[in-house]
């Protein structure tokens, strides 16, 4: 028998979604036609002062790259999602969100918004603001680094295929936040953005 999801959404290219959700649910996020980049934070809903913290996080992997059984710890220390299934095998951790401001440093491009301008809108929605971003993940995106060096593009074409999907545990009352990445100037969405799938469930969403 199916589940009927709390939430099922179709995100459109480039735009934000956030929403709450409760502990011990689930949070899937589905790359409907492959190498789409998915901009993410997280905080504990009911105190957003804490929220997602990259070092604590990269600290007890010990890798760069998220995957399936990877937890994503906030600034004290607490677990705030774990991963539970992962199809694509492997997300960015270091390379953060673009915005009009570095869309124009790295790429010439003027008045181009982006990953920043779209957590800034979804952060609105519930009291926060430029102050409550910190370095996020980018799932399904591929970040290389050699020799303590990242690629010369930093980005380079995701590997996820259509269907690709990403699940997550809520271990606390989370508000996740999501920019569905609009960047064009980078391969990170192989020069199309496309639309993602959102699903929050009380069980583990399959495919």
Not at 126 to 140: A, E, M, Y
Request: include cysteine; charge should be negative; proline fraction near 8%.
């Amino acid at each position: 028998m199916s589940q009927t999801p709390f939430i099922d959404e179709i995100i459109p290219a480039g735009k934000p979604w956030s929403g709450i959700v409760e502990q011990g649910h689930y949070l899937s996020i589905v790359d409907l036609e492959g190498q789409q980049g998915v901009d993410f934070l997280c905080y504990n809903a009911d105190n957003p002062e804490e929220r997602y913290h990259a070092p604590n996080t990269l600290k007890a992997i010990e890798t760069l790259k998220l995957t399936a059984g990877h937890t994503l710890y906030s600034d004290i220390a607490r677990p705030l999602f774990k991963i539970t299934h992962d199809s694509c095998n492997g997300h960015d951790t270091i390379a953060g969100c673009c915005s009009a401001p570095s869309n124009k440093m790295l790429y010439g491009v003027e008045n181009v918004p982006g990953c920043r301008e779209n957590f800034l809108s979804a952060l609105a929605e519930h009291g926060l603001g430029r102050k409550d971003i910190v370095p996020n993940i980018n799932f399904f995106c591929d970040v290389p680094v050699d020799d303590n060096r990242m690629a010369a593009n930093v980005f380079v074409p995701g590997a996820s295929n259509p269907g690709d999907y990403v699940s997550l545990q809520a271990q606390m009352m989370v508000l996740a936040v999501i920019s569905n990445c609009p960047q064009l100037n980078n391969p990170c969405n192989s020069g199309k953005p496309t639309d993602i799938r959102v699903i929050v469930s009380q069980n583990p969403w399959k495919p």
